[in-house]
Nanobody, 119 residues
Framework: QVQLVESGGGSVQPGGSLRPSCGAS????????MGWYRRAPGKQRELVAT??????NYADSVKGRFTISRDYAKNTVYLQMNSLKPEDTAVYYC??????????????WGQGTQVTVSS
């Protein structure tokens, strides 16, 4: 089993910054993809950003403001969020696609961390 522990959410004013992180631990053979999704009140969960190898992918709404990065040695993913807007308010979920053996792969989710942008 793979466990994800998130930290770094919080409340900021518009224009502020946050840098949540997510560490993966447990029976990990390798990790192919790490990323972040979010769910705003009354909306469906949506992709924010993913990183796989050296390739990154961002939602159009966060391009130029958010940067995803990964520490391979620590199995940790970070999301640098700058120029935050009230519409970024949501619960942010860490996502990992991990192999627990050479053949067995699964998708794992963190517990979620609240990000609130308000004046």
């Amino acid at each position: 089993q793979v466990q994800l522990v998130e930290s770094g959410g919080g409340s900021v004013q518009p224009g502020g910054s946050l840098r949540p992180s997510c560490g993966a631990s447990g029976n990990i053979f390798s990790i192919s993809t790490m990323g972040w999704y979010r769910r705003a009140p009354g909306k469906q969960r949506e992709l924010v950003a993913t990183i796989s190898g050296s390739s990154t992918n961002y939602a159009d709404s966060v391009k130029g403001r958010f940067t995803i990065s990964r520490d391979y040695a620590k199995n940790t993913v970070y999301l640098q969020m700058n120029s935050l807007k009230p519409e970024d308010t949501a619960v942010y979920y860490c996502y990992v696609r991990a192999f627990v053996s050479r053949e067995a792969v699964g998708d794992y989710w963190g517990q979620g961390t609240q990000v609130t942008v308000s004046s």
